[in-house]
């Protein structure tokens, strides 16, 4: 075992130690919801970075899933961007976000993804992985958050999962080493990593616990 391998197992130790203490295996889990409505999945992909997701995200992603539920689909999303709605089908202003979701539409158009089994496969390679993060703005985070609300199992390093290795005195903070690490305390309290991960979202957000009754 190399010692990069070994470093990973005894943060994870101390990461599934600590959540034991604080009642991991105890707390009542919801079951996080799969979401098959990629306009829904990438809007909420797109929009969940340095937003507050209760009051801004998720009423938007709502609305996409009440208001637009044929715009599951790729080429059902490349026709909106078409007809220049995007700003209004993600009831946003500011040109970033709406660039960055039109870029990800196109990616995955050229990439051949259509809908959610495809786009689920995707994000099982390897290769889609690193293919997708050349998307101007889509980083480690939103693959892997993205990975989540489609039902993947993965950990999305954020704030919280920062914040919760801070605790334990985790001193590494660099993406991969966290992800790893989390990853595999997942592994060791026999909890799925995407349970894990929502875990330790609504212990840091309680009592505010929206997000995880609509796609996480």
Same mark, same amino acid.
């Given at each position: 075992?190399?010692? +990069?391998?070994?470093?990973?197992?005894?943060?994870?130790?101390?990461?599934?130690?600590?959540? *034991?203490?604080?009642?991991?295996?105890?707390?009542?889990? &919801?079951?996080?919801?799969?979401?098959?409505?990629?306009?829904?999945?990438?809007?909420?992909?797109?929009?969940?970075?340095?937003?507050?997701?209760?009051? =801004? =995200?998720? &009423?938007?992603?709502?609305?996409?899933?009440?208001?637009?539920?044929?715009?599951?689909?790729?080429?059902?999303?490349?026709?909106?961007?078409?007809?220049?709605?995007?700003?209004?089908?993600?009831?946003?202003?500011?040109?970033?976000?709406?660039?960055?979701?039109?870029?990800?539409?196109?990616?995955?158009?050229? +990439?051949? =993804?259509?809908?959610?089994?495809?786009?689920?496969?995707?994000?099982?390679?390897?290769?889609?992985?690193?293919?997708?993060? @050349?998307?101007?703005?889509?980083? &480690?985070?939103?693959?892997?958050?993205?990975?989540?609300?489609?039902?993947?199992? +993965?950990?999305?390093?954020?704030?919280?999962?920062? @914040?919760?290795? *801070?605790?334990?005195?985790?001193?590494?903070?660099?993406?991969?080493?966290?992800?790893? +690490?989390?990853?595999?305390?997942?592994?060791?309290?026999?909890?799925?990593?995407?349970?894990?991960?929502?875990?330790?979202?609504?212990?840091?957000?309680? &009592?505010?616990?929206?997000?995880?009754?609509?796609? =996480?």
């Amino acid at each position: 075992m190399s010692a +990069s391998a070994i470093e990973v197992l005894l943060v994870a130790r101390r990461i599934a130690n600590h959540a *034991k203490d604080k009642g991991v295996l105890f707390d009542e889990k &919801p079951l996080r919801a799969t979401c098959e409505h990629l306009g829904a999945v990438l809007a909420d992909s797109v929009l969940q970075a340095g937003l507050n997701y209760n009051t =801004v =995200v998720r &009423p938007r992603v709502q609305a996409i899933l009440r208001l637009h539920p044929n715009r599951h689909t790729i080429s059902s999303l490349a026709s909106l961007i078409h007809d220049g709605e995007t700003g209004a089908f993600l009831n946003w202003r500011h040109n970033e976000k709406v660039s960055r979701f039109e870029a990800l539409v196109a990616f995955l158009q050229r +990439s051949g =993804v259509e809908d959610f089994l495809d786009l689920r496969a995707g994000l099982a390679s390897d290769e889609f992985c690193a293919s997708i993060k @050349t998307v101007n703005g889509i980083g &480690p985070k939103t693959v892997d958050y993205m990975a989540c609300l489609i039902g993947l199992d +993965s950990i999305a390093v954020d704030r919280h999962v920062r @914040t919760f290795a *801070k605790a334990v005195g985790v001193e590494r903070d660099d993406y991969n080493f966290l992800r790893a +690490s989390f990853c595999c305390a997942a592994d060791l309290l026999e909890l799925p990593r995407r349970e894990f991960d929502a875990w330790l979202w609504r212990r840091a957000t309680m &009592p505010a616990q929206a997000q995880l009754n609509l796609l =996480v």
